[in-house]
């Protein structure tokens, strides 16, 4: 692709974790990024590290610091994009992720009324992580920005299948995100739009550490992975590029694993016949999940 490519990725969730190193690696290999974040003062000099990385590259990045699930907000920042880059149709979209964490941990029913979950907790929940995916799609085809060639991707978890005492709303938000892509799947095909979920290994991410019990999760992963370390961001966004390629577009309405065969295993001693660390003897504060040695 030339400086002036006309090929964009729309990245949700493109601040931290997968969305940004998918952003760095779609950037290097010619993609500009429409990213959509959620970020305060705090993080926003990462935000403005991770744009510079993108220009260098010689990518466009256009990014929007904005609720992805506000209707309005999304409107405008498509009709913006339209305004900017579309004209006549020059502008394609030929990647969208949908990388959102934002939900609640709060359990369903808890040990008391003031544990229980609300209302509005669980409807923000999936409507954030999930039912934006449907939004997003539908307001990116209508424009003509998705076409023929563009690939959808999703980011989903273990929790779609398995649950943890505190994961309940985000455990039924990923069920219902791989049924969604599987439903996308079918409706989009004959556009010739693919999309996919990718169900990363555990990855050291911020949404990860909000997660209680978030480091030894961390610390099961590795005695798992036949590979000796946890998944990465980089991993999924090698993944990500893997399938861009011409020729895949029958790889459709998958939940694919990128965890080096992490899921696969059922406990530590299945692993294979070499002998490990006792993981309680790690040094937490010098740790590396993503160590090989």
Known sequence: MTRKSTQWALILGVSSGFGAAAARELSRNGYNILGVHLDRQATMPAVKQLIAEIESNGRIAEFYNMNAADEHKRHAA???????????GRAEIKVLMHSLAFGTLRPLVGRNESEMIKKA??????????????YWTQDTVRRGLLGRGSRIFAMTSDGANLNLPFYGAVSAEKAALESYVRQLAIELGPRGITINALLAGVTDTPALSKIPGARNMLYAAVAKNPFNRATTPEDVAVAIMALMREGTEFINGNTIGVDGGESKISFVGQKSPYQYADLNLLDESSWDPTDVS
């Open 78 to 88: 498509l009709d913006n994009f339209v305004d900017s880059y579309h004209q006549e």
């Open 121 to 134: 907790q669980l409807e923000m929940t999936i409507d954030v992580m999930a039912n934006s995916l449907i």
